[in-house]
């Protein structure tokens, strides 16, 4: 999913694209555009992204004026994109 996401990014002109597996929080505010995959389970988001965003609150990750969005494979009720992006719009 990611990789067709980055290629739909790429065939706009001007626009350079890095996927990563994982990026340090710090590191975020280097991007102007953040996309996050994420699968949901047991109606939530994952530990690890959990811990992302843990990290870059405590660490005062400012991405005020970035552009943000979320996808992710899901079973049946599909939550942690939209969790995601609640996060990034409210928090961060
Ligand atoms: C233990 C377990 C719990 C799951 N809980 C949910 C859930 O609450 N809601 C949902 O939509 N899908 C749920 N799923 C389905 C997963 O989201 C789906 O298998 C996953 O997105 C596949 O992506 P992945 O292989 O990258 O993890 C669950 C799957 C497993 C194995």
């Known amino acids: ?4 996401v980055a290629e ?9 694209v890095e996927l990563n597996y994982y990026v340090a929080p710090e590191a975020l505010g280097n ?3 953040i996309l996050i995959g994420i ?3 047991h109606h939530d988001m994952t530990v690890d992204m959990k811990s992302m965003f843990e990290e870059a609150a405590v ?3 400012n991405l005020k004026g970035k ?7 899901y079973g049946w ?3 942690a994109p939209r969790m995601v992006i609640e996060i990034m719009k409210n928090k961060f």
Do not use: H, L
């Open 77 to 79: 009720s599909g939550e």
């Open 1 to 4: 999913m990611a990789d067709a």
């Open 67 to 73: 552009t943000g969005a979320a996808f992710g494979s």
């Open 8 to 16: 739909g990014a790429r065939a706009v002109q001007g626009i350079g």
């Open 31 to 33: 991007y102007d555009a």
């Open 39 to 41: 699968p949901t389970y």
């Open 59 to 61: 660490k005062d990750v």
